[in-house]
């Protein structure tokens, strides 16, 4: 499955092409410090909700999947950011999203140097993601 120009989630991508997951191997050694060790810490956290989670590389950012985007994970100066497209539409009584509120569709974590995350309301926000996948997906498959 391709997943753009510069990685694939395909382990039989021609020569030249770099797994997606070994992009973002690369993006959080690239980083360093806080923002890779973040970044390294909340995508174990996909992987332990969701062991089945597709690693992608698109817009030049970690993407995770699952019948659909989940989150992408950028790395800015102050935060590392996991945007979800559809957040707004997910349930978040921990009160985890602290970024992109205004949005009717989507919605962040800003995560700043030294910043705790609930790591169990984590795991439980990423498979309500999926679950809120699979439900579109069934529904544009009724359609």
């Known amino acids: 499955m391709e997943t753009s120009m510069h990685g694939s989630t395909d382990p039989n ?3 030249g092409e770099m797994p997606a997951s070994k992009l973002i191997d690369a993006r959080i050694a690239e980083l360093a410090g806080w923002r890779g060790e973040t970044l390294a810490r909340m995508r174990a956290l996909i992987r332990q909700a969701l062991p089945d989670v597709v ?8 993407v995770w999947s699952h019948a659909g985007i989940l989150c992408t994970g950028e790395a800015y100066k102050k935060a590392v950011k ?5 957040g ?3 349930a978040d009584p921990a009160g985890l999203f602290n970024a ?3 949005g009717n569709v989507r919605r ?3 995560i700043p140097e030294g910043g705790a995350t609930d790591e169990e309301a984590f795991r439980t926000l990423i498979r309500a993601a999926a ?4 439900a ?7 359609a």
């Open 13 to 15: 991508a021609p020569a």
């Open 55 to 62: 690693e992608e590389w698109k817009w030049s950012v970690p």
């Open 82 to 86: 996991l945007t979800f497209p559809k």
């Open 88 to 90: 707004a539409a997910l």
């Open 100 to 102: 992109s509120l205004e």
């Open 108 to 110: 962040a974590i800003d």
């Open 131 to 134: 679950a809120l996948n699979a």
């Open 136 to 142: 579109s997906a069934t529904k544009r498959k009724k």
